[in-house]
RNA sequence: GGAGAGGUGGCUGAGCGGUUGAAAGCGCCGGUCUCGAAAACCGGUUUGGCGUUUACGUCAACGAGGGUUCGAAUCCCUCCCUCUCCGCCA
């Protein structure tokens, strides 16, 4: 949620910021709201301050008839504060259900621009792996090693819902142990299970709602929102919460099964793992001060990019366009991992600074030391990793003339020293 | 799921319709004392909005949201959460 103090002091200078990120914006509204609330908010304090010292007065009146017209004269003073009660809270549910549904402003260090191929690539690791026999992709791969079974997934639950099975799935189970084994050891990052059921609070604190409700499973009986994200629940471990400057910077990681809707349109070479209903992620969020948070940023960017390399695996860094980045982000860079089946690079890794976005809207704060006044701290989230994603370049790059395909080695101690998966027929 | 009890400031815990934003104790911060520390004593110690701005004024908040009332932490309704007992269960 963005300050709308800060828009106020120079609504056309928010307003440009904003446009950056979605050129349709408009804060007309918004600023006139806003003046009407303050307006009728200070007109209906005046009439409290009155309505509250006159009940003290009657409270320790004794004449029945001196009480009897202060009573008769702050009744209609009470049905003056309703009226204006009444009003506020209709411009608050108007001002707000616009304010929900703006982004956060892009950082000044975000390239400017419409067309998401302007990303900028700061950095890439490894060269394109060069491939003498005739590439199979993913899906061929997983199935010819009975690794997935996606008809079956389909048969279970629907389209687009994975069945991992037999090495598959002890290979996704090894990605996850890599990963949250080096975050936690090597990395500081504290392990957490979250919920992956939330309620609309949470939702909301992390900028899921109201604006992307659509895209979240909904429990509706209970009022609950299956996660998109661990990013969801850890954001919402401290809202509401005052963290000592002492306390901070703090590190989470979860692993947690992510659902989305995936409401709108897929492209057909979006096949097999590339895009599902229901996947595996490991996440790392931060707490941290706000003069910290874009040097932040960069580390959890390295981090991430330090856990696809030992994974063995070519990418590139791309730090996304104005247009490209999630609402609640200001600066989002991304790691592609390459696919040499598809020929194209693919997302294993989202990291973004969401500045003080949601922490306003959880109202999660912290108290600099040696002071008195709370100050909203900063968030980041950041993919380390996206387990399903990984496994397509994983299959794809370390694939054999023969169809097996090469265990990485940093996950064979997750695998009890495997070294290859073999189709069945060769076993 | 059933029955009962309860949710108050960093913590413990009073208040149950009228100077209570909230007693008291603990903790914490500052001061006196001390070579220093402890003890003792004195003072301070929630958060947010609005307006002026070191000070200050005012509104709001006692799980959340509604309601009753001139006035609500206190009464009523709905929801959430915690605890105890029973049931069920990995």
Redesign the pocket.
Known sequence: MIDI?KLRENPKDFEARLRKKDPSISLDAIVALDEQL?VK??EA?AL??K??V???E???LKDANERSIK?AE??SV?DEIQAYDDQI?AIEKDLYELVYQLPNPPHESVPVSEDENDKVIVRTHKEKPVFDFELKNHVELGVSLGMFDFERGAKISQSMFPLYINEGARLEWALINFLMNTLSREKGFTLVIPPYLVNPTTAFTSGNLPKFENQLYKCKEDELYLIPTAEVPLGSIYRDE?IEEEDLPIYYCAYSACFRREAGAHGREERGLIRVHQFNKVEMFKYVKPETSFDELEHLVATAEDLVTRLGLHFRTALLVTTDIAQQSAKTYDIECWLPAQGSYYEVSSCSNCVDFQARRGQI?YRPTGT???QLLHTLNGSGLATSRLMVSILETYQQPDGSVVIPEALREYMGGQERIVPKNKK
Do not use: E, P, Y
């Open positions: 103090k303050r908010a200070a304090d409290k301050n309505r509250n006159v009940s003290k009657i409270g320790i009573i702050m009744k009470s809270r005052i704060r008195k006044k709370t």
